[in-house]
């Protein structure tokens, strides 16, 4: 079965930096897209930002110069660092990839279990 599992989430301090991980596992055979979504409490989930198998990615205008959204296709990765953190970005963040699964034919998203990231003085 194919998995995604986050880590690198925390209580950090306003301006204070934390990086997210997610690896994926399982029969993956090819790997497409991959971002990362949040989920405050009150609202809905939305995007935060997303990469490309080439390695083009796009942010959502709320963290834009301050996140960066990167991956390692070989080890099958993709990461958020995150800088200048604001309260407002306190929400549980989650991965998301569109894969296609070995003799799968089609892609899939997928989603991790979502880390917790507080942002707090």
Same mark, same amino acid.
């Given at each position: 079965q194919v998995q995604l599992v986050e880590s690198g989430g925390g209580l950090v301090q306003p301006g204070g930096?934390? %990086?997210?991980?997610? /690896? /994926?596992?399982? %029969?993956i055979f090819s790997l497409n897209i991959m971002g990362w979504y949040r989920q405050a409490p009150g609202k809905e989930r939305?995007? #935060? /930002?997303?990469?490309?198998s080439g390695g083009s990615s796009n942010y959502a205008d709320s963290v834009k110069g301050r996140f960066t959204i990167s %991956?390692?296709?070989t080890k099958k990765m993709v990461y958020l660092q995150m800088n200048s953190l604001k309260p407002e970005d306190t929400a549980v963040y989650y991965c998301n990839a569109d894969i296609m699964a070995?003799?799968?034919? %089609?892609?899939?998203?997928?989603?991790?279990?979502?880390?917790? #990231?507080? #942002?707090?003085?």
């Open positions: 930096s934390l %990086r997210l991980s997610c /690896a /994926a596992s399982g %029969r939305e995007l #935060v /930002a997303d990469i490309t %991956r390692d296709n070995y003799y799968g034919g %089609r892609y899939t998203f997928y989603w991790g279990q979502g880390t917790q #990231v507080t #942002v707090s003085s």
